[in-house]
């Protein structure tokens, strides 16, 4: 017999009873605020930042603002935003590596979290993503959901092949217990909201 | 060849022994249990989160063939390789052999511990390919050639000059490096490279989806979705308990895990695989490696609950003042004494005891595992098996004289009394008192319970004593 029919067979023989332990109807529990107050207020204690952009200014200046420093290779995956590299010229992931700053729009937020969401629609390449040294994320308000439970019904969880939700950058505590932000992925985080 | 039981209680001697790792361990563990306490208290559906996290669990292991066959068939539909292994033998035979096909020389991995309790990397190692762990404590652990200490963070019991010497040795770092910032960085620098050029990547798995087909990494570091974006061939090693029904399941264990884990509301990345990238292939290996048997044992089933939070640990007192390594399993605390005797009964027997039963991992469990009663009822397990020290056989022989006759009990408590008031201190903490080694005795009471309840209620009319003397 193969493993995989030997391991179901020995699951039926020693399986409790099934009529004994009933599925729960999904769970919809806790704050429903799917407001950006909530977000931002979510976001800041992960490690990620808030761009807030003048009236006037446009969204290549705001970033040029946040991230002054000159000959920056930058990629933006939105209209909103010139970068200096296109996706379409980075055909593999290792392509990826020299990039700076990665602009990319998140398909939406969880307020609870601070959470942002992207899948191969908004990366193109989802290596870019953890490369990059830095990302700024454009987040509709209205793209806001409240919480994990809502979270889930999101569509995008049935038809992205590879979805991530990122809250604030990467980070660790793995020696000696100290809190570093910008561990091997993504060194900085920041949401700037922008409506579709 | 049998193998001799784990000497939990001299490697923690060993471990207690050394005051500066010692505290910090303790402290460290002990703020994260304090952090998850406060996320907890922000939440006011905090328990019905634990006793849905339960119900689903329970569900999905009383139902676990049909949910995997219905996995099967989703992620397979969406183009993902599944494979089956009955123990880590056959799962490292599936990896080498995925490995092999492609000419892959050199792995990149993430953090599982489901591919420890295999032994991958020596596997691996002698088959000519370079596995390189890129979670930070995994690495360090790997470096320094030890297991995993903790399931979540898996170097806590070192210190920062620890990681230094084990840097300087491995990446040319500065031996005196005191900022554990500047090696993050030597460790984000020596990885970049390694994972750039590896020939494939490698995850594990905190949860996957039958419904749609799903495996879900929760990590920090980001190095998780490196290993799984970049080489373009991804391995994911899951335990196949860690199965949920719905999609919409997962909020409840994303919402519980890392506040249970570290008290921060969610891991940096939460990312969830439903098939392979442009251009990429993706396997998943389910691994049983006992698992099923163990669905089998009434008493310990629920065990296979866990979401391996590590929870349970750093509340331990026992597990703070060890260290995980003192335990010889890729399993340490109070989730690693229950289930690391269903892979050897022997080897782990010593395991069980390493525990004052004081119920605080039960009372942390984000699934509602009752660890502490597991605990308790693997001793009489062992005992039924004769798998019980000697010396605590005797004493055990002897206490049960003792509490089966309610006068000869009676006098030894008072005798002990008097002795903890009366006795020297160099006859009360020697080697003859375990309980006497690193913490004071208690105070002892002016009277017992028994001796006040007969000076202050009436005698019993005869007839009626032995009720009484049965009365808890």
């Known amino acids: ?196 | 060849m049998k193998e001799k039981p784990i000497n939990h209680a001299g490697a923690a001697a060993t471990f207690i022994a050394d005051k500066p790792h010692l505290d910090f361990h303790d402290a460290r563990l002990w703020d994260m249990r304090q952090k998850r306490d406060a996320q907890m208290h922000v939440l006011p559906e905090w328990q019905e989160l634990r006793s849905r996290a339960s119900a689903i669990k329970e569900h999905a292991l009383a139902n676990l063939a049909d949910y995997l066959e219905q996995f099967e068939r989703n992620a397979k539909r969406n183009g993902i390789h599944v494979h089956w292994a009955a123990d880590g033998t056959e799962h490292n035979r599936i990896v080498a052999e995925i490995l092999a096909a492609r000419g892959a020389r050199t792995l990149i991995k993430s953090k599982s511990m489901v591919t420890e309790e295999c032994d991958l990397r020596p596997y691996l190692a002698a088959r000519g390919v370079t596995v390189t762990e890129t979670d930070l404590g995994e690495r360090i652990q790997q470096l320094d050639d030890q297991l995993p200490s903790h399931i979540v963070v898996p170097s806590v019991h070192k210190l920062t000059e620890d990681v230094a010497r084990i840097f300087a040795r491995h990446y040319g770092t500065d031996p005196d490096a005191d900022d554990p910032h500047q090696l993050a960085e030597a460790q984000r620098l020596a990885a970049r490279p390694v994972i750039l050029h590896a020939d494939a990547g490698m995850t594990g798995g905190n949860f996957f989806v039958a419904e749609t087909g799903t495996f879900v990494v929760c990590t920090n570091e980001g190095n998780a979705d490196l290993s799984a974006t970049v080489p373009g061939v991804h391995i994911a090693t899951i335990g196949i308990e860690r199965v949920v029904p719905r999609m919409a399941d997962l909020g409840v264990f994303i919402r519980l895990l890392s506040r249970s884990a570290l008290g921060s509301p969610i891991t940096q990345y939460t990312s969830h695989f439903r098939g392979p990238q442009d251009g990429g292939e993706m396997h998943v290996i389910l691994v049983d490696n006992g698992r099923s048997a163990r669905l089998g044992m009434d008493d310990f089933w629920t065990s296979l609950k866990c979401i391996r939070c590590g929870a349970c640990m750093n509340t331990c007192p026992v597990y703070r003042r060890s260290g995980g390594l003192s335990y010889g399993a890729v399993y340490s605390g109070p989730i690693g004494a229950i289930i690391d005797p269903t892979f050897n009964e022997r080897k782990y027997s010593t395991l069980p005891y390493a525990s004052t039963l004081n119920g605080s991992c039960t009372n942390v469990c984000p699934v509602k595992i009752n660890i502490h009663e597991q605990l308790f009822k693997w001793r009489q397990v062992l005992v039924e098996h004769h798998q019980m020290p000697f010396v605590k056989r005797e004493i055990m022989h002897m206490a049960g004289k003792l509490m089966g006759q309610p006068k000869l009990y009676r006098a030894a408590i008072a005798g002990t009394e008097t002795a903890l008031g009366t006795l020297p201190r160099f006859a009360l903490y020697n080697w003859l008192n375990p309980w006497g080694k690193n913490r004071e005795l208690p105070e002892p009471v002016k009277e017992t319970f028994h001796s006040w309840y007969r000076r202050n209620r009436p005698a019993a009319k005869p007839g009626q004593t032995d009720n009484a003397e049965n009365t808890p």
């Open chain 1, 1 to 196: 017999m193969s493993a995989r029919d030997t391991i179901l067979a020995t699951l039926r023989r020693n399986s409790p009873d099934p009529a004994a332990h009933p599925l729960p109807e999904p769970a919809l529990l806790g704050e429903s605020d799917a407001s950006p107050e909530r977000f931002t207020a979510s976001l800041i204690p992960m490690g990620g930042t808030m761009l807030d952009r003048d009236p006037d200014e446009t969204l290549d200046q705001a970033i040029a603002r946040r991230f002054p420093q000159p000959g920056l290779m930058i990629c933006s995956l939105v209209p909103e935003a010139t970068g200096t590299v296109h996706i379409e010229d980075l055909p593999t992931p290792q392509a990826a590596e020299p990039v700076d700053v990665t602009i990319v729009r998140a398909a939406f937020g969880i307020a609870e979290t601070g959470s942002i969401f992207l899948s191969e629609s908004q990366l193109h390449l989802n290596a870019i993503a953890h490369l990059t040294q830095h990302m700024v994320v454009l987040l509709d308000p209205a793209q806001i959901t409240a919480n994990m439970h809502t979270a889930y019904l999101r569509p995008e969880f049935h038809t992205a092949r590879y979805g991530v939700l990122m809250s604030g950058p990467s980070a660790t505590a793995d020696i000696q217990g100290v809190l570093i932000r910008g561990a091997q992925g993504v060194r900085s985080l920041t949401v700037c909201f922008a409506s579709q």
